[in-house]
């Protein structure tokens, strides 16, 4: 339950239209994971207005029906505004975010989530390869929400994959991989991880 003025930080993950006046909008808060707010669009909001992936403290305000939040306030802490230039790095940091929005009812740790999805977005804003942070990502998602992706995907990859994968993931963000193999691996993974039951679309 969200209290009104409650100052919360999160990362906004998914932002559309509704009704004519209004966004929905929502982001994700180490606090209390998924939150959905409305947000006047001809509400002008002190310092600015929020967008796709900005991390900032919201101040929320429910409404007189008790069922709808409100967004009152946005103080915004982080704009990466990198990834919108770029088609490549804004569909990963989409499919990041998309991930996250579908399956947070079955994620336990929301601060480890947002803190993943924090310096993912940052690393890609900053012009890394946005599949190996997605893979990167995505596995660390994984085993800290306790599956075997280590024990199991990671595992059964044939020898002649599993040597680059493994590399993949202990290497620095300059390493001189290949973007196929990159891409690859990350398919792999988006497979198993639909095997465990994640959502991706």
């Not at 002190?46 to 103080?75: H, I, Q």
């Not at 891409?183 to 991880?193: E, H, K, V, Y």
């Amino acid at each position: 339950m969200i209290e009104d003025d409650d100052n919360i930080y999160g990362i906004i993950i998914g932002m559309k239209p509704h009704a004519e006046l209004f966004l929905y909008v929502q982001f994700l808060s180490e606090k209390t994971g998924i939150i959905s707010a409305l947000v006047r669009t001809s509400k002008k909001l002190s310092v600015t207005a929020p967008d796709l992936f900005d991390y900032g403290r919201f101040t929320l305000k429910t409404g007189k029906a008790g069922n709808v939040c409100f967004l009152e306030n946005f103080d915004l802490i982080e704009r990466f505004q990198h990834i919108g230039r770029h088609f490549r790095r804004l569909e990963d940091a989409s499919l990041l975010c998309k991930i996250i929005r579908l399956n947070a009812g079955h994620l336990e740790s929301h601060a480890t989530v947002t803190n993943l999805l924090l310096r993912a977005l940052k690393n890609i804003n900053e012009g890394k390869d946005s599949k190996l942070v997605c893979l990167k990502m995505l596995y660390l998602l994984a085993r800290d929400e306790g599956f075997p992706v280590r024990e199991e995907w990671l595992a059964d990859l044939p020898l002649e994959r599993k040597f680059p994968v493994e590399s993949m993931l202990a290497s620095s963000f300059g390493s001189d991989l290949d973007s196929n193999s990159v891409a690859s691996a990350l398919d792999s993974l988006l497979r198993w991880l639909q095997q465990q039951d994640f959502k991706l679309s």
